[in-house]
């Protein structure tokens, strides 16, 4: 019987909810391998009994759903997810929300999966299970007696060792994490602190051929930098744009930025940059604007509101001293704009300002390079703490703190030379075509399908650093 693949993720992909990063990427890869795709169902459901169920068979794979309640939604998703697990990755130790019924949550729907998946499982699937929603899925399933190979990938930032200490004593990150056959993380960096993690354990080995063996467990673990489909992109920046949809007021000197609201990606700071730029540029006649997409994302959780609030209060000061009657330098629209027309504006704006404070990659970099016209192309300025940083390093990287290097790295870009621009552009566009999605999901899964079976092998443990 062949082999199928099983992808779960928390989001999938349905035609009210248009696909984010890793919605996109996961619907190409099973376009082409075909397949199952488990994620939550768009709706909130009064019972979490009933099991998966067919959402959709279509673009060659089939997509079940299961069931969340509104309980499950606050402690699932809003409470342990993205109140406990997101803000800890994200460095941001100081937002973390305990809660015993966050915990209790995340671990009821864990646990419900697993028993819901066992029943329509077969010995020689592989289930490649994605983001921090699902770290103990695989433990769960393999209480269940499920012994076939199961990858894990994570999309956000691997947690810093001190920032670990933030989570209840239940959730052991390093022992969920080892009944995976393959861990995969974006970056190097992240690859190195999940190796710190372990070496601080005592029930872990860090073996010489880069695997970890924990308890009777042996688990691979990679970086394997995430993509875009680039031809697909590419072809979408290349249609013709009416410019007269920009409406009065933005000029070619276009700064664009897109990034879901969230208060990791740094926007307050991007917005005092921008006003930094205007309050120094030399040539007052000058009309660079600035447009900011972004789209809400988890209001319910109180950090989000507050970071809304703040935007909608900068981007109001900004404007009321700068505007002229017939040039507003910020939009900031907060609302989904449609993906072919985002395109087309990253190809006419002149920079790119991807400065988040933490990401595991940062998608919209790889876009904006995508999107430019090689014999034009504009400048990419991108955080050092962005994934794609360790890759993009043709790009203008900045310290997304520093208002004034960022302001700085504005006027640069705006005024650089087109054979610097052409230069930048190729290093970068060469990175990214290199981390075509189909590369990506390609390489995870032929990483996992070559794990051998999960037997302790005797062999000698590594102390100290591991290089």
């Known amino acids: ?41 768009p709706n909130l459901s009064d019972t979490n009994t009933i099991g998966l169920q067919t959402l959709a068979e279509q673009d060659g794979y089939t997509r079940l759903s299961f069931s969340l309640t509104h309980n499950d939604h606050e402690n699932f998703y809003l409470g342990f997810s993205n109140s406990v697990l997101w803000p800890m990755c994200h460095r941001r130790g100081d937002l973390v929300q305990l809660n015993r019924e966050f915990e209790e949550g995340y671990a009821r729907v864990n646990a419900r999966l697993a028993r819901q998946m066992k029943e329509i499982l077969r010995p020689d699937d592989q289930i490649w299970v994605h983001d921090y929603h699902f770290f103990p899925l695989a433990a769960e399933l393999r209480k269940l007696g499920h012994h076939g190979k199961i990858g894990f990938f ?52 860090l073996m010489f051929d880069g695997t970890i063996k924990f308890g009777d467990r042996i688990a691979g673990l990679r970086s394997f930098p995430i993509g875009i489909d680039v031809d697909a992109f590419v072809k979408a920046a290349s249609k013709p744009f009416d410019t007269a949809k ?66 909608e209060e900068l981007t109001g000061r900004l404007n009321g001293e700068n505007a002229e009657l017939d040039w507003t330098p910020l939009r900031y629209i907060h609302r989904n704009i449609d993906r072919n027309l985002l395109a087309q504006l990253f190809r006419y704006a002149r920079v790119g300002l991807v400065t988040p404070f933490a990401d595991g990659m940062n998608l919209v970099a790889k876009e904006y390079i995508a999107a430019q016209d090689p014999e034009d192309p504009g400048v990419l300025i991108l955080s050092r703490m962005a994934g794609a940083a360790e890759e993009l390093t043709e790009a203008l990287l900045v310290n997304p703190y520093d208002v004034e290097e960022m302001s700085d790295a504005l006027a640069q870009a705006l005024d650089m030379p087109l054979a610097q621009r052409k230069h930048r552009y190729a290093g970068c566009m060469e990175r990214v075509r290199a981390t075509d999605v189909s590369r990506w999901s390609e390489s995870f899964l032929t990483a996992l399908a070559a794990r051998p079976p999960a037997l302790v092998i005797p062999t000698a443990k590594i102390s100290g650093a591991v290089g």
């Open 154 to 205: 994570l999309h956000i930032p691997f947690p810093a060792l001190g920032d670990l200490s933030a989570l209840p004593l239940r959730a052991d990150l390093a022992r969920w994490l080892a009944q995976y056959d393959l861990i995969g993380l974006q970056t190097r960096n992240d690859v190195a602190r999940c190796l710190e993690m372990y070496r601080a354990d005592k029930n872990a080995e």
């Open 1 to 41: 019987m062949a082999e199928r693949l099983i992808v779960v993720s928390n989001r999938i992909p349905t035609d009210a909810e248009p696909a984010g990063g890793l919605v996109f990427a996961l619907h190409e890869t099973l376009k082409k391998t075909g397949g199952i795709w488990i994620g939550a169902h």
């Open 246 to 311: 920009l409406g009065v007021g933005l000029t070619h000197d276009l700064v664009i930025g897109v990034d879901r609201l969230d208060y990791s990606k740094g926007l307050p700071n991007r917005f005092r940059a921008f006003g930094h730029f205007l309050e120094a540029r030399q040539d007052k006649s000058r009309r660079a604007s600035l447009l900011q997409i972004a789209p809400p994302t988890r209001e319910e959780v109180p950090a989000y509101r507050q970071i809304r609030l703040e935007l």
